[in-house]
């Protein structure tokens, strides 16, 4: 990277499970982490926006340690840069921050170090960071996706064509990941499983046929957490109850909460937030659309350079 190169790094939010397809179904949101990256003598991390100030601000930052952890699998140095970093991405609330974080990393990674990743490689890297590619496959190849991690081995297959908006009704208080899964049994039964493997299944079914309203009443009856997680979500149960009659099709908890996600009809998540915010006024409602795209990197100035 030579003086006055710059490029830039645009990562969509996400939201996990829709509730029955548990550490595999994800979706992506256009809500965006950003990075604005320029040639330095130093790493240096300038936050743009007031949540980013929490964080590190050299290479201690969790995203240019997943840089340099990328770099490092490839054998490559990584020549230091300065990051400005925004999100539009609520932390520790069920939208994918910190799967953002791995896949900006990752991108970072792939650009400065000419690595040539392509996006399976991607959501490999990312999806052994992570655990699961839930999160992190939405944010690298947007749309709804549906993966399986086993072992070292991540398969994954997206889809583009879906007729929904979402409304995210967002908690203005915190739930870590490690608090939600803590509430999580260690096993099911055989039984259980099977029946909860057959919501999952008619779930995806029902999404891909266009049949939004089979895919609500499968969102409402997952049995792999919502039913243990509900005690940290007192909220949703009205959101449930409510949603429907404002024209939602499903509600569910986004990833380990403790937002709520709605889809709907496009051109009805107005209506639905309006009707909530009758019942739950303290909560934020963020009206969003479906990410297409996944993640991007696009190139300023001195582009030959890359």
């Not at 839930?134 to 070292?152: A, E, F, H, K, T």
């Not at 009205?238 to 051109?267: D, F, H």
């Amino acid at each position: 990277m030579t003086d006055g190169d710059m490029f830039i790094i645009k990562v969509p939010a996400s939201t996990a499970n829709l509730g029955p397809g548990f550490d595999s179904v994800g979706m992506a949101l256009n809500l965006y982490l950003t990075l604005e990256v320029e040639n330095a003598d130093k790493w240096e991390v300038i936050p743009l926006t007031e949540e980013m100030e929490v964080f590190p601000r050299d290479e201690g930052n969790f995203i240019i340690q997943m840089a340099l952890k990328t770099a490092e699998k490839y054998n490559k140095i990584l020549p230091p840069a300065r990051v400005k970093v925004s999100s539009e991405i609520p932390l520790a609330r069920g939208l994918g921050s910190s799967a953002t974080a791995i896949v900006a990393g990752i991108e970072l990674a792939d650009t400065l170090g000419q690595l040539q990743l392509t996006k399976q490689d991607k959501l490999e890297i990312a999806a052994e960071i992570e655990g699961h590619p839930d999160n992190v496959g939405p944010s690298i190849y947007g749309g709804l996706l549906i993966g399986c991690q086993l072992g070292d081995s991540v398969d994954a297959v997206s889809f583009y064509d879906l007729d929904l908006d979402v409304v995210a009704v967002v908690p203005r208080e915190e739930l870590l990941t490690k608090t939600s899964r803590g509430v999580l049994p260690e096993s099911i039964s055989f039984k259980e499983s099977v029946a909860a493997g057959a919501v999952a299944n008619v779930l995806v079914a029902s999404i891909l046929s266009g049949n939004y309203e089979l895919a609500g009443k499968m969102m409402k009856a997952d049995r792999y957490h919502q039913p243990y997680r509900r005690q940290l979500v007192p909220h949703m149960d009205i959101i449930e109850e409510k949603a429907p009659l404002y024209g939602a099709y499903g509600v569910a908890l986004s990833g380990a909460g403790p937002t709520i996600l709605c889809l709907v009809k496009p051109g009805s998540a107005q209506s639905v937030a309006n009707g909530l915010k009758e019942w739950l006024p303290d909560m934020d409602y963020l009206i969003l659309k479906i990410d297409k795209v996944g993640s991007q990197v696009v190139i300023e100035k001195n582009a030959a350079a890359f």
